[in-house]
Antibody, heavy 119, light 113 residues
Framework: QVQLQESGPGLVKPSEALSLTCIVSGGSISSHYWSWIRQPPGKGLEWLGYIYYTGSTNYNPSLKSRVTMSVDTSKNQFSLNLSSATAADTAVYYC?????????????WGQGTLVTVSS | DIVMTQSPDSLAVSLGERATINCKSSQSVLYSSNNNDYLAWYQQKPGQPPKLLIY???TRESGVPDRFSGSGSGTDFTLTISSLQAEDVAVYYCQQYYSTLYTFGQGTKLEIK
């Protein structure tokens, strides 16, 4: 059974970088596409982008140049870096696996981690 | 961006009754070359991540009860719960993956009447 687990600081200061890691267990990261999705408190879901194990990426243009994703196949994990964080980036951040049938369907999700941007 | 709009925003249904949630996309998510609609439905219970229910608009994910069904094509889609159970209380989201800028609907909160 594939499992995903997000980790990273729960509190980030404004203007600093928000960095999270997702560890994949029960399956190899060297297949499928791996996405980050966030959900502000009490609001809906926003897809941030995906990365393939080769390092190929596709980001949501709404984040402009602030987002970077990376993958470490030796550790079976992938990461999110969101620069210049603001209060608007406060959200639960989920990592998710792109499904076999399409990278844009998400069949396995982490439990999510709340990141608060505040001084 | 493809904008996904769900209706209603909230819905209260009696146990055992049918629940219907609608989703409309701002452009067609039907890919003509394979005749597939690039539309998924998710269920999110409080404090939990979303759970995939339906993909290709009408294909149930493994393990999802058959009281959940998806229908529609092009720009208009429906998620139906044929006989509401207490454990179905949740927020439901539709999502398109036709465009590689994946987008979700705003969610529909389903409660027991």
């Amino acid at each position: 059974q594939v499992q995903l687990q997000e980790s990273g600081p729960g509190l980030v200061k404004p203007s600093e970088a928000l960095s999270l890691t997702c560890i994949v267990s029960g399956g190899s990261i060297s297949s499928h596409y791996w996405s980050w999705i966030r959900q502000p408190p009490g609001k809906g879901l926003e897809w941030l982008g995906y990365i393939y194990y080769t390092g190929s990426t596709n980001y949501n243009p709404s984040l402009k140049s602030r987002v970077t994703m990376s993958v470490d196949t030796s550790k079976n994990q992938f990461s999110l870096n969101l620069s210049s964080a603001t209060a608007a980036d406060t959200a639960v951040y989920y990592c998710a696996r792109g499904a076999d049938w399409n990278p844009g369907g998400f069949d396995y999700w982490g439990q999510g981690t709340l990141v608060t941007v505040s001084s | 961006d493809i904008v996904m709009t769900q209706s209603p925003d909230s819905l209260a249904v009696s146990l055992g009754e049918r629940a219907t949630i609608n989703c409309k996309s701002s452009q067609s998510v039907l890919y003509s070359s394979n005749n597939n609609d690039y539309l998924a439905w998710y269920q999110q219970k409080p404090g939990q991540p979303p759970k995939l229910l339906i993909y290709w608009a009408s294909t149930r994910e493994s393990g999802v009860p058959d009281r959940f069904s998806g229908s529609g094509s092009g720009t208009d889609f429906t998620l139906t719960i044929s006989s509401l159970q207490a454990e179905d209380v949740a927020v439901y989201y539709c999502q398109q993956y036709y465009s590689t800028l994946y987008t979700f609907g705003q969610g529909t909160k389903l409660e027991i009447k």
